[in-house]
């Protein structure tokens, strides 16, 4: 088989495509693979990992037009098309080489970053959202003479977000993303909604929503569901976000019949 990577650096006019030959074994993911092609034929082939290091997610790459991790991505299975997504299309996944699914496995940069070398991008601007949204966990009581007990549903539906591990796949998969680079994106969204629904926050209620109340934020998804597909964590931001517009709906209807209520 063919690894083939996209290659980019500073001072290339445009980006070019180089294909590796290796024999993949049963097991070997998309990662391996590039350790390997780094060690056997190139050792400027630059990419980012922090497998092993306690921090999951950062090998997150654009592997067969659809972001995943390359830790968890294997080759012989991507291959037998075994592990096809469908999602819905957008620029960053239509322009690419002539390659065969069958034959090779493509490997790109994650989409709407900027590239900084080969498959690193620089994840500023995706932190940059979710510095934006202040997910800060602020307790109704900062020093409690109790441990704050938590109902098992809570905690399960909490988790569903907690477990987000930041390697931006679904920001690379959002269409809305690439089109709008202000966008706050679902990783950052979902992330505070988390905060929304906790039941150890300090009352704060809809008024945490309100920090992403704004075009570029909950109002700005348009429902492509790529982010909920894509995320090895299984974390739905998409349900975070209809539920964030239907908090907020709710509550302005109801500040509106207050209005309208008081004025007759």
């Known amino acids: ?135 800060v966990f602020r307790p109704q009581n900062a020093n409690p003479e109790e441990e704050r007990l938590m109902d098992p549903a809570a905690v399960r539906t909490l988790e569903l977000y907690t477990n987000c591990i930041l390697c931006a796949a679904c920001h690379g998969a959002c269409p809305v993303s690439g089109q709008n680079p202000h966008y706050l994106g679902p990783a950052a969204l979902a992330k505070l909604y988390r905060f929304h629904i906790d039941p150890r926050e300090d009352g704060r209620g809809v008024a945490i929503l309100r920090r992403a109340d704004v075009q570029d934020g909950w109002w700005g998804c348009e429902m492509y569901g790529n982010c909920t597909i894509v995320c090895p964590k299984g974390v739905p931001p998409r349900t975070a976000i209809a539920k964030a517009v239907s908090a907020l709906r709710h509550t302005q209807e109801k500040s509106d019949r207050r209005q309208n209520n008081a004025n007759e």
């Open 1 to 135: 088989m063919k690894l083939v990577v996209r290659r980019f650096h500073d001072g290339m006019a445009s980006p070019r495509y180089d294909g590796f030959e290796l024999e993949p074994r049963p097991g070997m993911t998309v990662l391996e693979a590039l350790f390997w092609c780094q060690e056997t034929f190139d050792d400027s082939l630059a990419f980012h990992y922090s497998c092993r290091g306690a921090v999951c997610g950062t090998c997150a790459m654009l592997i067969n037009k659809v972001p995943r991790l390359a830790c968890r991505s294997q080759l012989l299975p991507l291959l037998k098309g075994q592990l096809e997504v469908s999602i819905a299309p957008y620029p960053a996944i239509g322009e690419t080489v002539p390659w065969n699914p069958q034959e090779a496995v493509l490997v790109e940069p994650l989409p709407h970053l900027p590239v900084i070398r080969d498959l690193i991008v620089d994840m500023r601007p995706f932190f940059s959202f979710y510095r934006y949204v202040e997910p």
